[in-house]
């Protein structure tokens, strides 16, 4: 199996919302009250929007740079506890099957709690961060 193939075959999956409603702990960073849902970590924290783009820009300047920034990076600048998975993933610039990568994310603001569990449950709007470039295992095997 070709390294790209093996890249495509490793990405992680992103927790559901299902899933989200099953995590109600809430990390507070200082650096707003938003309630924020990292999608891909699975994990809870209060920050703002700004706060929240201004480290998704951080990561993107890195790699502009051609540093490999890691999860843990990122999850720092938000000011939320590391894991060990947050310093074993993360992004490779120029590599020979990228161009230039670029971390893509949406962020959509849930408000309605007829729509969604998570509303309903934390009684709030939550923003919800998905990474649409997601982050690899830099120590897997090839």
Known sequence: MSHYAKLV??????????????????EY?????LLCYDGYCGRYFRASEEWVRQGLDRINEDLKNEEYPHLEVLHSY???????????????P????FEELKILYELELLT?????????KMKEPV??????????????EI
């Open 94 to 97: 120029n590599d020979e099957y």
């Open 127 to 140: 923003l919800w961060i998905t990474l649409t470039t997601e982050p690899i295992d830099y120590y897997m």
């Open 78 to 92: 938000w000011g939320i506890e590391c894991s060990e998975f947050d310093f074993k993933w993360g992004w490779c």
């Open 29 to 33: 960073t200082g650096h707003g009250d």
């Open 9 to 26: 075959a490793i990405k992680a999956k992103t927790p559901s919302e299902h899933e989200a409603y099953k995590r109600p702990t809430v």
């Open 112 to 120: 309605d709690p007829k729509k969604s569990p998570i509303v309903a």
